[in-house]
């Protein structure tokens, strides 16, 4: 139940990417928009999507790939077990992900006409490696299973948008310090050890020496 209802927020999600980018946004990235800059010269803006900044479990759902798969990265189609070698930054420039079309239509084939479910052996044995979850993508505006007789209507939002025109969803996803340590990893650390210091006896006077010991580090001035 788990897995069907990850991809029904998969689904969900690039669906409501769809409404946000519509005709006007497509047109305006496409051809531009004249706007009066602060100096008066009217000036033709191209808007553009350089970086999307999101944490781990968001990046998986723009990518349309499995959270913590068996390639778990969502630029590149490093496997997990290669994290960390000396070689894995060479390894994933020269590994960077491309959509597998023919796999993940054939898997959602299974899903809506043979009834298997989203996480069953035949779906997971057909999207073999990459950790590729089972929604459609159509690269550079032409889908060549439009024929079918299965709904793939809910597609990735940013490929079929912007993919015509060049733009390469895996790429704005870069590594993003706020959401995926200090928001992330870190602040779930630090609100563990804390609740820890509360625990032990005198856990309040803990607490209130690790405050001290902070500002006495960060602010020696103002002590």
């Not at 420039?93 to 079309?101: K, S």
């Not at 796999?103 to 996480?119: E, K, Y």
């Not at 044995?125 to 889908?143: I, Y």
């Not at 405050?211 to 020696?220: A, G, I, M, S």
Request: aromatic share 14%; charged share 20%.
């Amino acid at each position: 139940m788990a897995a069907l209802h990850a991809h029904c927020r998969r689904e969900l999600f690039h669906a409501c990417w769809k409404h946000l980018l519509d005709a006007e946004f497509v047109h305006a990235y496409r051809h531009g928009i004249v706007l009066q800059c602060p100096d008066g010269v009217y000036r033709r803006v191209f808007p553009r999507i350089f970086t999307y900044s999101a944490d781990y479990p968001e990046k998986a759902l723009i990518a349309t790939i499995k959270d913590m798969g068996s390639c778990p990265c969502p630029r590149c189609l490093l496997p997990k077990a290669s994290f960390g070698l000396f070689r894995g930054l060479q390894d994933c420039l020269a590994n960077l992900r491309a959509y597998c079309l023919e796999s993940v239509v054939m898997a959602r084939s299974f899903i809506f006409s043979g009834g298997n479910t989203v996480n069953g052996s035949k779906v997971q044995a057909t999207l073999g490696e990459g950790s590729w979850v089972p929604t459609v993508v159509s690269v550079f505006g032409f889908d060549i299973f439009r024929t079918t007789n299965y709904p793939i209507s809910n597609q990735n939002a940013f490929a079929e948008k912007l993919g015509p025109l060049g733009f390469d969803v895996f790429r704005m996803l870069v590594v993003d310090f706020m959401h995926e340590c200090e928001l992330g990893t870190w602040k779930a650390l630090f609100t563990h050890l804390v609740r820890l210091l509360y625990a032990l006896p005198g856990g309040d006077r803990l607490v209130a020496a690790l405050d001290n010991r902070f500002v006495l580090h960060c602010f020696p001035d103002f002590m």
